[in-house]
């Protein structure tokens, strides 16, 4: 990270370390020569999977027609239990792609065929350090999940029509809300 020429950096720290993520804050000093402190919080990248399957493949799904997979989880945080897409974070030197295909796996017991990178962004950069991929995903087959030890995951379909309607309803959040909006912008929803 860069800092631009009209800002200095007079201190960086580090004030907490945990297994999830690290907190802290910079000094800056200001264009106007004043000194702030701006707090961050530094998380591991991470990717958001859009899933589509053949309704054909799915033993629950109604109807015909494609479908996407979501899991639905309870977030401690929030305490509200919300419909996601499938997500997790990027391990080692991964990319996008390849940590989008082991994520899916694992949650949802299905595995691509086929993978590819939509779009990645920084993540509520007034306060997060974080960047996310948001990966559409398709030809699934049945692979083999699973879970971490804090993942308690029901997997759902959505019919693709109805998805983004479905979420609008909530509780959602916000990767799943970009991720389907993407998608459907970029045209393979």
Known sequence: ???????????????????????????????????????????????????RVDGGVL????????????????????????????????????????????????????????????QEYAVATGVLRHDRGIVYAEGLEPGERELDTNEFLDVRTIPVSEALERVREGPTNDATLSGLLLAKEDGVL
């Open 1 to 51: 990270m860069t800092v631009p020429d009209e800002w200095a950096l007079l201190e960086e720290r580090t004030e907490y370390e945990t297994s999830w993520y690290d907190g802290g804050y910079d000094l800056l000093e200001q264009p106007d020569g004043t000194e702030k402190r701006y707090y961050w919080a530094q998380l591991p990248d991470a990717v958001v999977v859009v899933a």
């Open 59 to 118: 033993a629950d799904a109604d109807g015909d027609g494609d479908h996407l997979l979501f899991v639905e989880q309870y977030r401690p945080t929030i305490r509200e239990t919300h419909l996601e897409l499938p997500a997790g974070i990027v391990e080692g030197s991964e990319s996008y792609t390849t940590a989008a295909a082991r994520e899916l796996e694992e949650e949802t017991g299905f595995r691509p065929s086929s993978t590819a990178l939509l």
